[in-house]
């Protein structure tokens, strides 16, 4: 078993305790893939799960639900985790070592209008992606779901950092390696999903009809994708497509037509979607996280806005509308699309509808509490979320959908079983 850290920093006694308590588990699950790979299905009559109680594998009893319509209620027991007993929180994301001062914004549920959602269980996720590999495509925020889903792991599994086995950028190219449960995470930076030019200049030129090899190269052999994009639209862009200029967002060129971040939105989904449509020797299971809001109140991101709420707003507080429910709509639409053409190549397509749930935490972000804040007198950051924070939430809604799911995958991936 490998306990392994970057930082070094696990006391000799936290590693004594973590083994022996890990050791009935790992010699309970080495019997598990056995069973799985006789049955592939959990519901038929199986020794091992049924002595299992506490760990829910009778997917008919898992109500079906949309879970991602509800509110958010209050709920005293707080995160599964904070800075000190997870040490894989990136600074970017550390609100806590970086002064956040209040604690209200941990202590609230996501509670799902017909059915309670299933709190977190990181040995039961681990044996669900067991022997297989799960990669977050998409720009810094779905990074960040990464690390919130390392965090919600910890208590059950160290991951080894295995970034430097790939000749990558080990920050937006990061693995990590489950040896124990021989299951592999990685984030693949794409910002925008299709290829693109330019990123970091006043404007980005987006081959809006390819799909950017630094994900499109790497996923074929992944069980699990998970796709999303958002912010960096907003920025100006140099549309292109067969090669030719065919308009711009914001570029203000006269001889450039304004076709806006929607149209650069919907085709660079189509792209990708389509991209995993036809790939050949792809099984993966895709997920479409919906697009993430931002909350700068006051001003614009770039102009002093910041996000300084302590508390979500109430279902009747904000409504699901304007530009965000017209991006999250454009994202909605091509992912229907995909997902009635993988159907006929025999691929899942499954939906993290997000949005909405997001638009009502306003007190979710780092705001000014981020490293370097104060140093450089950078700009509040209300894109990303603190960890812990609600951004846990979509792990708890992956494991529900893995959950619910699971019977139903582990057939659509029997080669893999
Ligand atoms: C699973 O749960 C359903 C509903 O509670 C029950 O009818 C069924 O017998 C259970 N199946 C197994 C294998 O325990
Ligand atoms: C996503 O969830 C929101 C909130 O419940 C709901 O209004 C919307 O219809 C859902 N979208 C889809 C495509 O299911
Ligand atoms: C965790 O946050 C506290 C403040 O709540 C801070 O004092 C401490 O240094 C932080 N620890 C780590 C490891 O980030
Ligand atoms: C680990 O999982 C990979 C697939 O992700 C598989 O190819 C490999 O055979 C597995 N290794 C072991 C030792 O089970
Ligand atoms: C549009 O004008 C800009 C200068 O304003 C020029 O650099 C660009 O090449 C022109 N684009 C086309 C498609 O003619």
Redesign the pocket.
């Known amino acids: 078993m490998k306990l392994l850290n970057g930082k070094g920093k696990y006391a000799p006694g936290n590693l004594l305790k973590s083994v022996v308590i890990l050791l009935p588990f790992t010699l309970l699950i080495i019997m598990l893939p056995f069973s799985l790979t006789i049955n592939s299905s959990f519901s038929s009559p199986n020794k091992v799960y049924v002595s299992r109680s506490s760990y829910d594998f009778n997917v008919t009893e898992i109500k079906r639900c ?1 879970v ?2 509800g509110e958010w209620l209050p709920y005293s027991k707080g995160a599964y985790y904070d800075n000190e007993t997870c040490d894989l929180i990136i600074d970017q994301q550390n609100c806590m070592k970086f002064g956040r001062p209040d604690r209200e914004f941990l202590k609230w549920r996501w509670k799902p209008d017909e059915c309670e959602l299933p709190l977190f269980d990181a040995t039961l996720f681990l044996e669900i992606v067991r022997g297989k590999s799960m990669a977050f495509v998409g720009d810094s925020v779905g990074r960040n779901q990464m690390n919130s889903l390392l965090c919600l792991l910890n208590p059950a599994a160290r991951p080894e950092d295995i970034s430097s086995r790939y000749a990558t950028d080990p920050i937006y190219f990061r693995r990590w390696f489950y040896a124990d449960y021989n299951f592999t995470v990685v984030t693949l930076w794409s910002p925008f999903l299709v290829r693109s030019s330019d990123v970091h200049s006043s404007l980005t030129n987006l081959y809006l009809d390819k799909a950017d090899e630094s994900w499109s190269g790497e996923v074929k052999n992944f069980d699990f994708v998970i796709i999303s994009a958002g912010q960096w639209f907003f920025r100006p862009a140099l549309f292109y497509e067969k090669g030719q200029v065919v308009g711009c967002h914001k570029c203000e060129q006269s001889n450039t037509t304004e076709l806006s971040h929607y149209y650069g939105y919907r085709k660079a989904f189509r792209t990708a979607l389509r991209t995993i449509v036809n790939m050949k020797g792809y099984k993966g299971v895709t997920f479409l996280r919906t697009f993430s809001p931002a909350h700068f109140e006051n001003a614009e991101w770039n102009k002093g806005g910041s996000c300084e709420r302590r508390k979500p707003y109430r279902k009747e507080e904000m409504k ?1 509308d304007g530009y965000i429910f017209e991006t999250y709509k454009v994202q ?1 639409e091509e992912f229907r699309g995909a997902r009635k053409e993988g159907r006929k190549r025999g691929l899942k397509f499954v ?1 993290l ?1 997000t949005t ?1 749930m997001m638009l009502r935490r306003p007190d979710g972000h780092p705001n000014n509490h981020v490293w370097g804040h104060e140093l450089k007198n950078t700009h509040s950051d209300c894109v990303h979320w603190c960890l812990p924070g609600p951004i846990d939430t979509w792990n708890e809604l992956l494991f529900y959908k893995l959950k619910t799911h699971h019977k139903s995958f582990i057939s659509s991936l029997q080669g893999f079983v």
């Open positions: 949309n991602f319509s699901f909605v939906m509808n909405e």
